[in-house]
């Protein structure tokens, strides 16, 4: 196994290793790099359905898909991000994640892992970005740590499907009430801070009134997404980027749509219960 940084402080590309074949030590010591390091990429992996979701449950527990109609025929655990048609019928989410967010801000327990595969790519365009949040919390100054530290931001699933046109099924209704989660979080693994604002569905900042809460979520989400804390992955098939949310906020780029076909496979981990107690209490979610 061979190890690069992606970037100064932030992941790990691991080459010449087959996570299908590769022993549980080397397995164990992928995953403790990944915790440590925010993102790791393995490209030139052979995968099936069936192996991608093994080496997701190494990660922790996989993540309930809300949208049904976008997971794998005969694997719920697997979402499809991709704008292919077959027999007349989109197979999978043509527009999965554009602006900057971290996966599942709408759940109590946030995803914690995301991991993509990639089957197809488009020639250009499609990047993967990752924002490394825990070096932005870093860089800002001391007088701004000190106003945004105890903020705490409020996440609706129903605004986020209103913004794509999606109308709530009650079975979405009852699983994804509001949840209120912390704008700065200790990472859990490696003790660092992360400064966490995120756009997708969130309705604001409690105890500040809009546009000034919303408009205080932009101007955090341009200050940690500065070209110097960004990750950008060029896609190669057989790619299997995996990427830590309590430390990363991402996006994709967009792609000629008419000209290419994207078909990637996505799987997540959703955090454990003792990360996120207080996040339905507005009042405890800063104590998370
Ligand atoms: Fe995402």
């Not at 790619?239 to 792609?255: A, I, Q, S, Y």
Request: with cysteine; proline share 8%.
């Amino acid at each position: 196994m061979k190890t690069s940084a992606l970037k100064a402080d932030y992941g790990v590309e691991i080459s010449d290793i087959d996570i299908r074949s590769a022993s549980p030590g080397e397995l164990q010591e992928i995953v403790e790099m990944l915790s440590s390091h925010g993102a790791i990429v393995l490209r030139d992996q052979e995968l099936d359905p069936e192996h991608l979701v093994a080496f997701t449950r190494l990660l922790g527990e996989p993540a309930y898909n809300p949208r049904k109609e976008v997971t794998l025929p005969g694997f719920p655990d697997i979402a499809v991000i991709s704008n292919k048609i077959v027999d007349g019928k989109p197979i999978g989410d043509p527009d999965a994640g554009t602006g900057w967010h971290f996966d599942m801000p709408y759940e109590r327990r946030p995803g914690y892992y995301t991991l993509l595969y990639a089957l197809e790519v488009p020639d250009e365009g499609s990047n993967t970005l990752l924002a490394d949040l825990c070096a932005a919390w870093d860089a800002l100054p001391e007088d701004r740590r000190e106003e945004v530290s105890d903020l705490v931001l409020h996440h609706s699933y129903a605004q986020l499907a209103s913004f794509k046109n999606n109308t709530l099924t009650p079975e979405q209704r009852r699983r994804l009430p509001d949840v209120f989660h912390p704008l700065v979080r200790r990472h859990p693994h490696n003790g660092r801070l992360a400064l966490r604002p995120c756009f997708g569905g969130c309705k604001g900042v409690l105890g500040i009134a809009n546009p000034a809460g919303l408009e205080l979520i932009k101007e955090l989400v341009e200050f940690v997404t500065q070209e110097r804390f960004i990750y950008s992955h060029k896609w190669r098939p057989r790619d299997l980027l995996v990427w830590d949310n309590n430390c990363t906020l991402h996006r994709g780029t967009p792609f000629d749509k008419k000209k290419y076909i994207r078909l990637v496979h996505r799987t997540w981990i959703q955090s454990p219960e003792e990360h996120y107690r207080d996040s339905l209490n507005p009042v405890m979610g800063h104590a998370a």
